[in-house]
């Protein structure tokens, strides 16, 4: 049947395990750090197995609504990479399976694999969920948390991979062979099969990533928040579902007792985290804070008129632009974050709303909730045990993975490495991260198998269109609600249908799920489309999914433009229905017009210079440059000071409880001594030029000025502590900095030996206006240096003063135990900071601090031998001039930005360049180190390939209209354009190869003869004239008139 | 037309890598601005042609925006979006002089992370079309009219472009030196000379290919110039082969003749 052949040709992974079993590595965990681990490691030229129990690829990520702080869909950004893994030739996916037994050594696992019955036969099934429409049984839906019914037999959700429905335990058939309707409707596909067993499976790999994630605390366990016994009390993952358009009540937030909207809700944070009680967890959660924000930002969206009550303790706003969320989120009207200590009280047996009773100032208060949200923490996987067992590796006491502070994503036995949350709660860019850096070093284990079992991806043969007529397809996007909610969609569909030369127009939930792009695959060919328009989200995004969808369906990828209907439309004029859909309309009239004049292009391979450039030696930038040079490839280290080691230098010991200094020394050897390191010391770059896979940088180092030819760069130059300017410093020796404290306590400076008292204050220098951030690291330094303290003058007085205590993770453990042993902790207020001036009396030399008691409410004097200022980590000196030089942007504090907080924290937009260590943002040792892997895992996915591909999109001259004029020449810097001799006399001309498609030429010829291929000036006229075409028919009758 | 019917359309050349990305970020955060824009994604701001702005407004835009890169953050070796503030300084003194309001035109640089400033713009975008109404209010003019100017525009652009090559380049680009060379009273001679009287000469032989023969009066009224300084062109135009005046009447003379 052709049809079946060609969903096997555009299928290329086999659904059921092929050839001999045989792989490179194993990643356990279809969230979204095994999918990228998978994709670093596929991508780098090895062949993974990415498995995981659930019926589908997707994990935790895909039950978000949005992601903070920047209020991306979560699935709209997830779900290209569930396409990326299902057509990525070396991925094989096997879903609804479990692993059972694991032997062997590093290099030569194998592994045993149990795939559960889905029941269905995953070759015949189509996607079409008919059996789903008429399954009799209802179960709770466990992707919407059970807020919602689905049937015994359906498709996990609608974007899953693969696309395939599943039964679960609930159908008769499986109880009691009482109804096989499900077989009468699938019909003669045949794909539902009740014969099907659980199937066991051995395949042998080379190395493993543990990526299973992480388990939300079950607050029913407990039973203290009357989760499970009062209707309108709701986990944070509840109401995650709740405000999704794929959720329950399709982005209606309904309560669930009488399913009206709530107007006034509750946030109790740290439920199950920062706890010492039973059942609970002692350590930060580190994702909550900013998720409720997030949710009350979101809440507020849907129901303007909420009003929202949040109960915390420390706000933990640490990370990249969560100070601003915080403060985006508490700024709006109606919402009032309060921090207390909260019980939950009683239910209101006819309303069902819900008592909260929290502490003030003037004693408990009782405030009634329509629906009561529960921010709850992050628990180890449940298969932790499990895991620990079959894969032989230890857990922590948290009873999440052991890891090697100096090299966290390494586990207790060689050859399995773990990334994630099993590592440790933590928020999505790190689980990105320690997947990259996961894929590095596995890379490194295994390179001398590399891209010996690895595929290239084959297309189908290109349709020549050359003769054709332009043949438009519209798709239409509702995205779920996220567009349909607010424009007609049906009415944009229509509308197009009338446009010129559209013979398809479709409607579609998500263009961008699995069975959608294949379908709008599948209509291309059989309706014979040349040119496809989807009125959808931002290209930015997802012209790369689709654009190999153009090509799997055999149409050459350049034959299509995308209508921002969402970021452009739907999401900024949310309130104006009618207004949103006619623009909508005018957005894809202008991608019809545009689509027109769409040109065939072929793309251009260019070498890759498979040397790569590290700039900064410090403790990120040497892990990078050693990840990248043990797998082979030449490394330049660049350094500005005579010596290696950036701040770690002044680093002596980690909260862990590392020791950095022989940890730098070893490194530091392992560079020098490294046969394909160059280091280059006393080093400054003049300039950079080319573009990735071919760049050529100009440094001056000492008195030798050099060029380097390099393939990728990676900029790793740090950050520096703020000099502060406030409490005394500078002028008194008695004030201090963390990092002096900690050099004098590392090197037993004999100063120390005065100190019996010490004040340290937090956020010094940040957290302000001008530097509207959080530095992250200070809180922890602070604890790890109190204790120091501690443990060498057991008698001493340590006092904290703090904002909030942001010691996130299994750092909270050292705020406990600073607590427990005597450090004491006094907050103020920042419009009511601390006042610090050197005394002197009775001959004794002091600091006096004066601070405002909050629990006391009187002001009290500290007179302390020693202050320690939490200085703020601010960006490195010639962040702006590297930015220039690599033309990569930076973020409004002054770090480094990278392309995508959440799913591309070590890249940057420009390609071929990579980030990490403190200069993407303040953070701790062993995260730098993750990232320094990170970067280099990706570097490294570059550096395998031989060639990169560069867009067909170029310029072009039309020598017949060139007069010679030279415009074009003198405008392009990168030295693209030539004259050449021709029998018409000297002509412009391009190479291809160097042009990098601005377009800037075509600007400034006079004849038009230069234009940019897929931006021509033809199709941008046709845009403009599209735009304004009611505007034409309207007022050109009647402005005359006005005269 | 009513205040409260007036629907501005602004049509927006956005450079892919900063602005177009800044409004992305508008539309994830969910900041809402009115609905005027109508986007162009270009890949560089440097690729707006004076002639995407000039027909904008031919086809009857109220106002043309863009955005590009902040000022050294170009995502390209050719420093692209510093051409793009040429092109726009003078595409807006060109506006001026053919009567309608420069204020139509806003270039403004957005980073890819300015979600806030991209829809602070277009709130000020949206002030500023519903002050000047629709294209041809505020400048008290028919549209019929400004269109005739703007197409005499776009016949000139390819000379525009030859002139701003050899005449209005600066050694080092900076927006400081691109504001002291507009402000310079001998470039504004030079421009005038060599860009603005061009375009009033395009302008008159566009009239003068409708009528065959016109009286330099009537031009003078038409355009509301000087009746002298009407003549002062015709006799430049006269002088290279394009009309023949008898007197103070402009004729058409062929095309083939005129060189």
Redesign the interface.
Known sequence: MEAMAIKNMLRQRTLSPGDNHLGDVLVVGGGISGIQAALDIATAGFKVYLVDKAPTIGGKMSQLDKTYPTIDCSMCIESPKFIECDRHPNIEIMTYTDIEAVEGAAGDFTVTLVKKPRYVNADACTGCAACTEYCPVKVPDPFNQDLSLNKAVHIYFSQAVPLVTYIDDSCLYLKDKSCTICQSVCGEKGAIDFTQTPEKINIKVGAVVLSPGYETFDPKIRGDYAYGTYENVVTSLDFERLLCATGPHEGQILRPSDKKHPHKVAWLHCVGSRQVVPGGNTYCSAVCCAYTQKQVILAKDHVPELEAKIFHNDIRAYSKDFERFYQRAERLPGVEFIRSYVSVGDEDPVTKNVTIRYATDQGVKEDEFELVVLSVGINPPKDAQKFARIFGVELNPQGFCKTDPANPVKTSRPGVFVSGAFMGPMDIPESVYTASGAGAQIAELLKSRRGQLSKKRVYPEERDTREEAPKVGVFVCRCGANIGRVVDVPAVAEYAAGLENVVHVEESLFACATNTAQAIGETIREKGLNRVVIAACTPRSHEPLFRDTLREAGVNQYFFDMANIREHCSWVHSKEPEVATDKAKDIVRMSVARAQLLQPLGEYYLPINKTALVVGGGVAGMTAALTIANQGFETYLLEKNSELGGIARRLHYTAEGMAVQPFLNDLRKKVYQHRDIHVLTDAEIVSVDGYVGNFSTRVKAGRRDRVIEHGVAVIAIGAQELKPEEYGYGESARVLTQLELEERIGTGDASLNAIESVVMIQCVGCRQPDRNYCARVCCSGAMKNALKLREMKPSAEIYVLFRDIRTYGFKEDLYREAANRDVRFIRYEADDKPLVEAANESGRDFMRVLVSDPVLGKKLQLDVDSVVLSAAVIPPEGALTMARHFKVPLSPDGFFQEAHVKLRPVDFAAEGVYLCGTAQYPKHLSESLNQAYAAAGRALTLLAQDSVVASGSVCEVEERDCVSCGACITCCTYNAIDFRETPRGKKAVVNPVLCKGDGLCSAKCPTGAIGLKHFTNEAVFRQIDAALAPRQQRVIPIMPARN | ?AASDFKP?V?GFLC??CC??G???????????P?H????????S???????VM??FL???DGVFVGGCHL???????E?NY?ALG?AMIAKRILQHIGIRPERLRIEWV???EGTRF?ETQNEIHATMMQLG???EAEGQ???FLREALQAVINM???I??VE?ERFRLPHRSEENYHKMHADPEFAAIFESMVLDKITQSRLMGRLRQAESLAAEDLAAAFALAPTEVMRHLDILAERGMLRLDGRLARLLPVATAA
């Open positions: 037309m359309v049509i892919n890598w177009y990305a409004a992305d970020l508008a539309g994830v955060s969910r900041f809402q601005y609905s824009l109508r986007v162009i994604r270009q890949m560089c440097g690729r707006v042609d004076i002639e995407f027909r904008s086809q009857g835009a050294g953050d170009c995502h390209y070796n050719p692209g051409d092109n980073s890819a992370g829809a629709p294209l041809g028919p549209v019929a652009v390819p000379y472009k030859l090559r």
